[in-house]
C-alpha cells in the first residue's frame, strides 16, 4: 500500500493577535528630528494586498552600534500585558502589521555603517518567514546589491518621497518579486 505525504502546514495568521504591540512602529525617540519613515505594501503573488501580514525591522543606531536597548516591550505593571515603547530609547527593532490595505510604516532613524534596513516579513501561506533588506540609497560596492543581476537589484530599493519618507514595498511572489535571503 503507498500513502502520500501529510500536506504541509501554514502559519497563521494567529500571530496577528499576539506579536503586534503598542508603538512597535515607532522605533525612533519621539520628536526626533532626524526620523525618517519606511513604509510600503506587502502583496501577494497575484498583485493583491496581503492584510494580515507582520514585518518587523532590524537595524543599528545611527553611530553603526548593533547593541541595541532595552525599551520595546515593556509590560504594564498592572495588567501584564504590552504597554509599548517608552519613547525614549532606540532599540533598533520595530514590529508592525499591516493593515486592511496591505500598508506598513516605521518610524526610525538612518542606520549607521550601512545603508539598508534589515526586514523580516511573516504572511499566511508561508511556512517560512522571509528576510530581505529595505535599501535607503543605491550603493555601489555593496557585496549583495553587486551579486544580484540588474533586473532584481532595484527590489532591494526604497523609493526616496518627501518629507524624509521612503517606500519599500514587498512582493512575496510573481512580477517584481523582492529579493529574500537565506539564513
Not at 537595524?59 to 536597548?69: K, M
Not at 526610525?108 to 522571509?130: D, K, M, Q
Not at 529595505?134 to 532591494?156: E, I, K, Q, V
Amino acid at each position: 500500500m503507498t500513502t502520500n505525504p501529510t500536506p504541509s502546514q501554514t502559519v497563521g495568521p494567529f500571530y496577528g493577535y499576539a506579536l503586534p504591540f503598542p508603538g512597535g512602529g515607532e522605533v525612533a525617540p519621539v520628536g526626533h528630528p532626524d526620523t525618517i519613515t519606511l513604509h510600503g505594501y506587502v502583496y501577494d503573488g497575484e498583485g493583491r494586498p496581503v492584510p494580515d501580514a507582520l514585518v518587523e525591522s532590524w537595524q543599528p543606531d545611527p553611530g553603526g552600534s548593533r547593541a541595541g536597548r532595552p525599551g520595546s516591550l515593556r509590560g504594564d505593571p498592572v495588567t501584564g500585558r504590552p504597554a509599548g515603547r517608552d519613547g525614549v530609547a532606540f532599540t533598533g527593532f520595530g514590529r508592525v502589521a499591516t493593515d486592511a490595505d496591505g500598508h506598513w510604516a516605521i518610524r526610525t532613524l538612518p542606520p549607521g555603517a550601512v545603508s539598508y534596513i534589515s526586514l523580516v516579513v511573516f504572511a499566511r501561506g508561508l511556512l517560512h518567514h522571509l528576510h530581505t533588506r529595505a535599501y535607503l540609497t543605491d550603493t555601489p560596492g555593496d557585496p549583495l546589491l553587486d551579486s544580484l543581476p540588474a533586473a532584481r537589484r532595484p527590489t532591494l530599493i526604497a523609493h526616496p518621497e518627501p518629507h524624509r519618507g521612503y517606500r519599500f514595498d514587498v512582493r512575496l511572489q510573481g512580477d517584481g518579486e523582492t529579493v529574500f535571503l537565506e539564513f
